[in-house]
């Protein structure tokens, strides 16, 4: 910005600034000034003078016109990722005198939009305005800004005022939640995923168990749990999906917020952490988050919020816990530190760092994402071994 548009604009929101117009009145009246001190004619003295005073008054109403209006905003509710932020102003002209020819911007964070400018042709004495529009949210977070501008030329068009009115707003914007039909990483929560670990008794009662479901065989599912009459209708392998019950168990699903991420990568994991919440929810499951900076968190709303806040690499407010998660995180170290009986999410680092080998527990069932295979299909999956990394 040069010198003379950050003078325009000083003078703009601290007084008011001469329009084109103005500046070729400006212009003839200097003109008219030099030539009646030139001449000595007073009609010309009289042109320069009428000239000046209608500059003055155009000056002193632009600026008075907006000392009437007040302005409010209307509580944004939260929307999630793809929708629309409805954002609600309420204009108050307090005066007896119509206000005409107005300018709102509205000063939101360039992440979300560039300033919204809504023209308001006039706002009657003693009224309220209201001006509705609408911002389509494409990231998640929480955005705040603090302050609406005013803008008028009125009533003569030859100076712009622009005054600021504090307004703060909030708008958060929560992660999509995928629509998951199943997850093998809640599904299969208080059982074993390898039919060699299943001893007499859990044989027993996993046989003894109400049957959810009837789904297609993938491999490693337990033999025993073929249902074969189905499977001789359609053809192919069934097997039952048993109402397995989690025992009380606590299912917590824990950001690794405190690592570095890719940025790409993290924006997934979040939207990873939100659709498995309200899968294990929608099954009534205790269900609770960890994230570094907040702890542990429960409650729709609340979870929501803090995912839409969470950022890659925050301050450590709370260590994990030495708890069973869900442990997502793109540091294939830190798996090997999970507690027994943990499950893991991993988005593996570029092919730069593949040849990194570390040793992990190969007795935590987990998934890897690829990001070249859509994050729904990938989660309906079922469960893989942690492998060398």
Not at 256 to 281: C, H, I, M, N, Q
Request: charged share 20%; glycine share 6%; with cysteine.
């Amino acid at each position: 910005m040069n010198i003379g548009l950050k003078i325009a604009n000083w003078l703009e929101s601290r007084a008011a600034t001469p329009s084109y117009g103005a500046w070729v009145l400006i212009g003839l009246t200097v003109f008219f000034f030099g030539s009646a001190t030139n001449t000595m004619a007073g009609w010309l003295y009289v042109l320069s003078g009428g000239s000046l005073a209608l500059l003055g008054i155009a000056a002193f109403l632009s600026t008075r016109s907006l000392r009437a209006l007040e302005v409010r905003r209307r509580a944004i509710e939260p929307v999630s990722v793809g929708d629309k932020i409805t954002i609600e102003l309420e204009i108050e002209n307090c005066s007896d005198q119509p206000q005409t020819l107005l300018q709102v911007i509205d000063v939101l964070p360039f992440v979300l939009t560039e300033p919204v400018v809504s023209p308001i042709e006039a706002i009657a004495p003693k009224s309220i305005y209201r001006d509705t529009y609408y911002v389509e949210a494409q990231q998640r977070g929480v955005y705040r800004w603090l302050e609406v501008h005013l803008r008028t030329a009125a009533p003569l068009g030859l100076f712009w005022c622009r005054r600021s009115r504090p307004v703060p707003a909030k708008a958060v914007v929560y992660p999509l939640v995928l629509p998951l039909n199943t997850c093998p990483l809640i599904d299969r929560i208080g059982q074993e995923d390898s039919p060699q670990l299943y001893d007499r008794s859990r044989s027993q009662n996993a046989t003894e168990g109400l049957t959810r479901n009837l789904r297609p065989y993938r491999h490693g599912d337990p033999t025993r749990l073929i249902h074969w009459r189905t499977s001789a209708r359609h053809g192919e392998l069934r097997v039952r999906e048993l109402e397995v019950a989690a025992g009380g168990q606590e299912i917590m699903i824990a950001l690794d917020s405190g690592a570095t991420w890719e940025p790409k990568e993290f924006e997934r994991a979040v939207t990873v952490a939100a659709s498995l919440y309200f899968y294990a929810s929608k099954r009534l499951l205790n269900v609770k988050l960890w994230t570094t900076g907040t702890g542990i968190v429960s409650g729709n709303r609340v979870v929501l919020e803090t995912l839409a806040a969470v950022n890659a690499a925050e301050d450590v407010v709370q260590n994990r816990p030495k708890l069973p998660l869900i442990w997502l995180t793109q540091n294939s170290a830190s798996l090997s530190t999970l507690t027994q009986g943990s499950r893991w999410v991993l988005w593996p680092r570029p092919s730069t760092e593949i040849g990194e080998k570390i040793l992990v527990k190969n007795d935590f069932p987990g998934l890897e994402i690829r990001s070249d295979r859509p994050l729904q299909i990938q989660l309906q999956s079922p469960l893989e071994r942690a492998m060398n990394y």
